[in-house]
């Protein structure tokens, strides 16, 4: 039976509304004077004539709403992340102090150069291992995530393209149906047109494919490898060999090199460009809407239409080559140089794993990986566990959906068992997708943990319990929401007289 709180609390679980249904518009932690010199005037007119009325706090209403929303969240440092494709792992606090130092936390981008050749040496070796792990000539640093790195690839491409006549007429990109959403979307959004390779039953991209769609107007495939169902592409140097026979180039999504880091070098696979996610293969913080890092890696035959900045040395001095004037560049990715924050942690990362610890990290992913599916594989349907995966598990709710529980009810569950949901319905070529990525970074008894919860869900299935997963969670701070009705009428925005009660409370 629920036991239901006076307070709304659940122990030391506080329960906090929305700040527009709390605060009060003359709420405030700060006293702010007057503006002198006549501000409004500058203002050409624009100046407000009347209160914002959004909700404000004192100091110790902010500190505690905050803190009790942060006490909401999950987070690697609580357990395991299960997201798949996402390679949440633990952030070493030794790259969290490195990137602190004195020198790179206070950099200024307008900086002059001769006061941060610290800063571009450090650049210049991340810039090196990049190279040398990937087997590519070049790299741009400057990408800022995943997304932009794709951008930053398929406009070398264009480029290339361009330099040969040819932009006009090889327009068409070939993007298998099992890619992330970035990849055709960046291809659109570079100004080609997306081919879709269909997708088979084994989970990977067939040659036979990939060759009945080449033609003259193919300027290049977007491929990601290993896949998002979790495995490798063993036709991947035979599609890299048709794809520049037949005069294109080949752009590898990068998202899970941390399954094969140290072991295999995408430049000897044919690969052209490749964005490397620092915060998933070299554990720089995830998400949190940045500052991220996307660098790309590129083949001799794309290398001179790498964005500007360049570093270059001159003797025992890096200078920042600004302008694309005298060269091939393409341009420039964003108005500075990158994200300093990321390429610290990510070259710390680097040099205390040193090449035997980075390869330790393909190696752990997949042996994780292969333990979860092991303990798994028995209580769900895994559409390709008949073979070995690399980083991730795939599994589908094509066991449990006859008996009345479905992908989304198992996530719900999750929540109560104090998990992050895996990766839900996706990649789409797997219907009711389970998608999990233990990452290397977890050991077997977190593992052991993880996989218990997910069977004893199963049991549950099993044993007829569709009512406990259909009201699941009970524990959340919510309820299950009307995904429906959020989506068909959302209400994006807040009404003063919908706060009409904490106002006259205020009062």
Known sequence: MSYETTSGNKGLQQAEALIFETGHATGTGVDLPEPKGGAYEKLGGLGRKAALELPGFSEPETVRHFVRLSQKNYAIDLGLFPLGSCTMKHNPRLNERAARFEGFADLHPLQPTSTIQGALELMDELAHWLMELTGMPAV????????????????????????????????????????????????????????????????????????????????????TNPNTCGLFEPEIKRIADAIHEAGGYFYCDGANYNAIVGKVRPGDLGIDAMHINLHKTFSTPHGGGGPGA???????????????????????????????????????????????????????????????????????????????????????????????????????????KPKGVETIDMAKALLDEGYHPFTTYFPLVVHGAMLIEPTETEPKRELDRFADVMIALAERVNAGEVEFFKQAPKLAPMRRLDDTRAARSPKLRWKPEANSAAKQAAE
């Open 140 to 223: 741009a640093l400057s990408p800022k995530a995943g997304a932009h790195g794709e951008f930053c690839g398929m406009l070398a491409i264009k480029a290339a393209l361009e330099a040969r006549g040819e932009a006009e007429t090889r327009r068409r990109v070939l993007v298998p149906e099992s890619a992330h959403g970035t990849n055709p979307a960046t291809a659109v959004a570079a100004g080609f047109i997306v081919d879709e390779i269909p997708a088979r039953d084994d989970g990977r991209v067939h040659l036979d494919d990939v060759v009945a769609k080449l033609g003259p107007d193919v300027a290049g495939v977007m491929m």
């Open 294 to 400: 996307g660098p790309t890696v590129l083949s001799a035959a794309l290398a001179p239409f790498a964005p500007v900045p360049h570093i270059v040395k001159r003797g025992d001095v890096r200078e920042l080559r600004e302008h694309s004037d005298g060269t091939q560049a393409f341009g420039r990715m964003c108005a500075f140089h990158g994200q300093m924050g990321m390429f610290t942690r990510a070259l710390t990362y680097m040099m205390s794993h040193g090449s035997d610890g980075l390869r330790q990290v393909a190696e752990d992913a997949v042996l994780n990986a292969n333990y979860l599916l092991a303990r798994l594989k028995p209580h769900f349907n895994a559409p390709f566990g008949e073979r070995p995966c690399m980083h991730e598990v795939l599994l589908d709710d094509s066991s449990i």
